[in-house]
């Protein structure tokens, strides 16, 4: 029973509930990253962390925490673990954190995170909660990997820095430039849309 | 990262070649929700121009004047949302007080401003490249009129297309994506004007 319950936790994440093309959440950073595989592989890394760990927090809080200011509770939370990953980061991969810029501290204003916390663990115990954040990350992750992968394979003729494409392959600089970002998520969301359950889906789908 | 760029091209470039929302991707949330219609874009638009220049400025002063002197850089995503939390509420409560008319037109857009990631990716911005503060400033008013311009553009373009027939999977934000995709794609041809980065 407890074995299932965490599958649909994860499922609902990764597919049927996915924060970013079903409810269109954290779409700034899954449009500036992901020109490059390596890029993108440690934001969803970091968004990982910091959803599931704020998740776990926020839930273990949740008994203590006053209603009424739990927004400002929430976003302190998320920002304490920002900023760990931000100074890990900074230490051990210093050429990503670069390329990276402000987007990790945007995290704290990626409203999947904040969702997470007011949707789910604010009502629940700290080990689903967790699993919740993990799962929720790895959907983020997974759309911003697909959508990566195609950026890079169509911009720079590579994946992960290793080169696939045959030797007269010309560049489409235009996928690595930001409108490539624009029509790759919007295809993403097309293909994505057109799979998988239709019902309880409003007309207008973005909030 | 030129320091001699003044303050005026910076102001420029922040609009038309370094658009925040069509080349940084910033504030994307509410662009994707807000711009059905012009007259609801505008009203968002001109609170973050507003809240934008005033916290650039205030985020500049609290950084450079606090956090650096007290050796307390790593704090500085805490401090930056609790400033632009406090002055969205501040402001709120100003106008609701004295301008019942401005509150009616902007009131409900302004809550939705402290949790606009333009804002606070401002500040983050024009502390990676070293502003100085007349350049902050700038870069925060250029910044959310380049805002504005992208979402009432994007707004004017999903009013006229209500009638179009999109296909069912595409409704909505899939759609708002691929024109923005060409908005920026037009934006590219100011790039050779300017260039900050």
Redesign the interface.
């Known amino acids: 029973m407890a074995k299932s319950k965490s599958m649909a936790i994860f499922v609902s994440g990764l597919w049927k509930e996915n924060p970013v093309f079903r409810q ?6 899954a ?2 990253v992901t020109n490059l595989m390596m890029n993108t592989l440690i934001m969803g890394l970091s968004l990982i962390f910091v959803t599931a760990m704020s998740n776990l927090t926020v839930s273990a809080l949740r008994s203590i925490t006053p209603v009424r200011i739990r927004m ?1 509770v929430q ?2 939370i998320i ?2 673990y ?2 760990i990953v ?2 890990l980061l900074k230490a051990h991969l210093p050429d990503i954190s670069e390329a990276l ?2 987007y990790v ?2 995290i ?4 999947i995170i ?1 969702g997470r916390c007011e949707a789910f663990a604010r009502h629940n115990t700290p080990w689903p909660s967790l699993l919740d954040g993990v799962a929720s990350g790895c959907g983020y992750a997974f759309v911003l990997l697909t959508v990566a992968f195609f950026r890079e394979l169509l911009g720079f003729g590579t994946v992960f820095g290793v080169r696939l494409m045959p030797g007269g392959w010309t560049n489409w600089t ?1 996928m690595v ?7 790759m ?3 993403f ?6 799979f998988g359950p239709r019902d309880g889906e409003k ?5 | 990262m030129e320091l001699g760029l003044s303050a005026f091209v910076i102001f420029f470039a922040a609009i038309f070649t370094n658009n925040i929302l069509l080349t940084n991707f910033l504030g994307m949330c509410s662009f994707l929700a807000v711009s059905r219609e012009v007259k609801s874009s505008l009203g968002l638009g001109l609170a973050v121009i507003f809240v934008m220049t005033c916290t650039s400025a205030l985020n500049y002063l609290v950084y450079h004047h606090l956090l650096v002197p007290l050796d307390l850089v790593h704090f500085r995503y805490i401090v930056f949302i609790i400033v632009i939390a406090a002055f969205v509420q501040i402001v709120e409560m100003v106008i609701e007080r004295f301008s019942p008319v401005l509150y009616v037109i902007l009131g409900i857009f302004i809550p939705l401003i402290t949790v606009n990631c333009a804002i606070l990716g401002v500040a983050l911005f024009m502390i990676i490249r070293d502003y100085s503060f007349s350049q902050s400033v700038a870069y925060g008013a250029g910044g959310g009129i380049g805002w504005t311009l992208a979402i009432v553009a994007m707004g004017g373009i999903r009013q006229r297309m209500k009638g179009a027939k999109v296909p069912r999977p595409l409704e909505g934000p899939g759609i708002t994506l691929i024109i923005a995709g060409l908005m920026a794609l037009a934006f590219i041809g100011f790039t050779g004007m300017i260039q900050i980065q």
Request: proline residues 6%; charged residues 10%.
């Open positions: 269109i959440l954290g779409i700034c950073s449009l500036a400002m976003t302190l920002a304490s920002v900023i931000d100074i810029g402000p501290g945007l704290i204003t990626n409203c904040m235009i430039m930001a409108p490539g970002a624009f029509f998520l919007g295809g969301i097309w293909v994505a849309r057109s007309p207008e789908g973005a909030r």
